[in-house]
C-alpha cells in the first residue's frame, strides 16, 4: 500500500515579503463555541455563560472568552493556507490588546500583514512577524497585535 503525502500549500520563507496582506473569510461565534471553550478551558465565568448575570454586568449580555477569540482567530488563519505544511512552530504573541467585546451573533475575519522576517538556517527555515487586526462584523477591531510563526525554507 503506497502512503501520500499532500502537497504543501503553504507559503515557504522566502515566500513572505514584509507588506504582504491577507484577510480572511469570517467566522460566526456561537453559544455553543463559548460553552465548549469553557470546557476545554474550565472557565466558566458567570459574565460568559450565565445571560441572565450577564444583564446586569457591564457590557449587558454574554460576552466571548477573549481567549476564544485567540484561538478562532488561530483557525481564521491556518483556513487561509498560507502556513499549511511549512509552519515549524507557533513563536511569540506580541503587544495583545482586547479593544472590544465579541458577543454571541458576531461575525469576525482577520486582516494580517507581514511586518518583519528573519531567516534562521539553523532552523531550515524563518521567522515571520505577522500584524493581526481582528475585526467583527461592524469594522470594529474586536483584538489586534502580532505573531511570530517559525517556517520551512524551501526544500
Request: proline letters at 3%.
Given at each position: 500500500?503506497?502512503?501520500?503525502?499532500p502537497?504543501?500549500?503553504?507559503?515557504y520563507?522566502?515566500e513572505?515579503?514584509?507588506g504582504?496582506?491577507?484577510?480572511?473569510?469570517?467566522?460566526?461565534?456561537?453559544?455553543?463555541?463559548?460553552?465548549?471553550?469553557?470546557?476545554?478551558?474550565?472557565?466558566?465565568?458567570?459574565?460568559?455563560?450565565?445571560?441572565?448575570?450577564a444583564?446586569?454586568?457591564?457590557?449587558?449580555?454574554?460576552?466571548?472568552?477573549?481567549?476564544?477569540?485567540?484561538?478562532?482567530?488561530?483557525g481564521?488563519?491556518?483556513?487561509?493556507?498560507?502556513?499549511?505544511g511549512?509552519?515549524i512552530?507557533?513563536?511569540?504573541?506580541?503587544?495583545?490588546?482586547?479593544?472590544?467585546?465579541?458577543?454571541?451573533?458576531?461575525?469576525?475575519?482577520?486582516?494580517?500583514e507581514?511586518?518583519?522576517?528573519?531567516a534562521?538556517?539553523?532552523?531550515?527555515?524563518?521567522?515571520?512577524?505577522?500584524?493581526?487586526?481582528?475585526?467583527?462584523?461592524?469594522?470594529?477591531t474586536?483584538?489586534?497585535?502580532?505573531?511570530?510563526?517559525?517556517?520551512?525554507?524551501?526544500?
Open positions: 500500500m503506497t502512503t501520500t503525502t502537497a504543501n500549500r503553504g507559503l520563507f522566502e513572505f515579503e514584509v504582504q496582506k491577507v484577510k480572511t473569510v469570517g467566522r460566526t461565534v456561537s453559544e455553543s463555541d463559548i460553552f465548549t471553550f469553557a470546557g476545554l478551558s474550565g472557565d466558566f465565568n458567570q459574565i460568559h455563560t450565565d445571560a441572565e448575570f444583564k446586569d454586568a457591564p457590557f449587558g449580555q454574554r460576552v466571548a472568552h477573549g481567549l476564544l477569540g485567540v484561538a478562532i482567530t488561530s481564521l488563519i491556518m483556513r487561509v493556507g498560507l502556513l499549511e511549512t509552519v512552530a507557533f513563536r511569540e504573541i506580541n503587544n495583545w490588546k482586547f479593544i472590544n467585546p465579541m458577543f454571541i451573533g458576531d461575525t469576525i475575519h482577520v486582516e494580517t507581514v511586518i518583519e522576517t528573519k534562521l538556517p539553523r532552523i531550515g527555515g524563518g521567522s515571520v512577524t505577522i500584524k493581526l487586526d481582528v475585526k467583527k462584523q461592524t469594522g470594529e474586536v483584538m489586534r497585535g502580532a505573531w511570530t510563526v517559525l517556517v520551512l525554507s524551501k526544500p
